[in-house]
């Protein structure tokens, strides 16, 4: 029973990195999104 909760933790505990790096991706994605929309705007000014 130790080891399929060892490893339950294990896998939820992976797809949690990979949740949290897709999070920071998306940050920044619309971030880069955000600030090239700023600057086209800066453009017609």
Do not use: C, P
Request: zero cysteines; aromatic letters at 2%; charged letters at 15%.
């Amino acid at each position: 029973m130790g080891n399929l909760v060892d490893a339950d933790l294990a896998k939820e505990s992976a797809k949690l990195t990979a949740l949290q790096t897709k999070q920071q991706l998306g940050v920044q994605a619309l971030s880069i999104a955000n600030s090239a929309s700023q600057t086209l705007l800066s453009l017609f000014r």
